[in-house]
């Protein structure tokens, strides 16, 4: 009786194990169609007709039209502000991570009074809200005669910046064993030395995370855009967006082909440098 009741237990198990499978699948198949449908969505609303996209609203257009993307580029001057959020994300992105890793590691290695209380005011300046510092920066900007201006911004936009590069490659920067920059300053490196030709290449992946964090957060940036850019060739592509939209019309086919425009970069950048994402963010998780 054992011996028959066993390839029952078998098939059972099997069964059980392959209806598992299934509803894996299916939940993630699920979970990948929610995902994606806002960006096919944005896609293709961004090649459709006016009249399909008000009246005839469908899954799949029925006449394919780059005419968005032509009053976009050509009427709209959409370039001039994919070109200012290149600027300023790039500039803000490689200022941060450069000032951060001083900072970032003076936190880690260093031993001096109130260092505590400066890692604790660094985490408190990441979660101070935006919405609270607009009117203060922009007054600041005002002052200092650099509203209006992308230099402005980019010294804005490193308020928020600074902080979360900060506190994120602090525990990049803890995982790199100490014995490793000792053994190099013994071999005749300085501290600063140490930090660029052992410390930073050995948390490569984490700076890579943070760096694509922070150009992503100057990338989408608006609110503080919305207040201190008024002129129209200083605007960045958030921004530039914001302005199509005229009193209650929203003109759904450029806006769609502007918020495609906007999403290249950002996921030229995430599909280079989804190895280093992957890394990045389990680097500083465990202590080396």
């Known amino acids: ?3 028959f009741a066993e390839p029952g237990i078998m098939g059972g198990m099997r069964r059980r194990a392959l209806i598992g499978r299934v509803l894996t699948y299916f939940a993630l198949g699920i979970a990948v169609l929610i995902i994606l449908f806002p960006l096919y ?3 293709i609303t961004s090649l459709k007709l006016p009249r399909e996209i008000y009246r005839v609203p469908s899954l799949w257009p029925q006449v394919f039209t780059l005419d968005n993307y032509r009053t976009l580029i050509f009427e709209k001057g959409f370039l001039i502000p994919i070109r200012n959020s290149l600027l300023v994300a790039g500039t803000v992105t490689v200022t941060s991570v450069l000032i951060s890793s001083f900072a970032a590691y003076s936190l880690v290695r260093f ?3 109130f260092k505590g209380l400066i890692g604790k005011l660094v985490l408190f300046a990441y979660l101070t809200p935006t919405t609270l510092l607009f009117i ?5 900007m005002a002052k200092l005669q650099l509203g209006n201006t992308l230099h402005g911004l980019m ?3 490193l308020t928020f910046s600074l902080p979360l590069s900060t506190w994120l490659l602090q525990s990049y920067f803890r995982a790199v064993p100490r014995e490793l920059e000792e ?5 005749g490196h300085s501290r600063i030395g140490a930090l660029f030709r052992i410390v930073i290449p050995l948390s490569a992946p984490g700076i890579a995370a943070v760096s694509i964090f922070t150009f992503t957060g100057a990338w989408n940036e608006l609110l503080l855009a919305l207040v201190l850019i008024t002129s129209e060739n200083a605007r960045t592509a958030p921004l530039a967006l914001t302005y199509l939209i005229t009193s209650d019309v929203l003109p759904w086919g450029p806006l ?3 918020a495609v425009i906007s999403s290249v970069p950002l996921m030229i950048l995430y599909f280079v440098a989804q190895r280093f994402m992957v890394s990045g963010l389990t680097a500083g998780s465990v202590k080396g």
Do not use: E, F, K
């Open 155 to 157: 010294l804005v936009y």
């Open 183 to 187: 053994q190099g300053m013994i071999d």
């Open 111 to 113: 031993r001096y009074r």
């Open 41 to 43: 969505w944005m896609i």
């Open 1 to 3: 009786m054992t011996a």
């Open 136 to 140: 203060p920066l922009s007054i600041l």
């Open 256 to 258: 769609m082909a502007g």
